[in-house]
């Protein structure tokens, strides 16, 4: 029988800083939910900037990072442009299970394949 995986780990380009000086580069994102999508819509800072629904996002599925007791919108606005940009793709990948599967026909045999590709970063 097949787990479904819910909770994806990654590893961040750059790091997340923290005030301390301590750089976090692992950690886990979960699958997001219904309410992770509408919750963030009645939020204030979503209705000025729909920019923003990015943050929360991230802030609500990010269940690790690095050996933070907790990640909220603070920590997502401090991370680094090309971390937010691998965790936006991260995002978008495991929640649409079509675009992180890619089916492959040997050019020889004819048979055809599915598999996935490493996240941004892995082998």
């Not at 909770?7 to 976090?24: M, N, T, V």
Request: charged share 20%; aromatic share 8%.
């Amino acid at each position: 029988m097949d787990m479904f995986q819910t909770e994806f780990p990654f590893e961040l380009p750059k790091g997340y800083l923290d005030a301390s000086g301590i750089l976090h580069k692992t950690g886990t994102m979960r699958l997001a939910t219904a309410a992770d999508e509408i919750v963030p819509l009645k939020d204030p800072r979503v209705q000025q900037n729909p920019s923003y629904l990015t943050i929360i996002l991230l802030a609500r599925v990010i269940t690790r990072l690095g050996s933070l007791p907790a990640i909220d919108t603070r920590t997502i606005e401090h991370l680094f442009t090309a971390d937010l940009a691998f965790l936006q793709d991260m995002y978008q990948r495991i929640n649409n299970e079509q675009a992180s599967v890619l089916k492959i026909i040997c050019p020889h045999c004819g048979e055809a394949v599915e598999t996935s590709w490493p996240f941004l970063g892995e082998e």
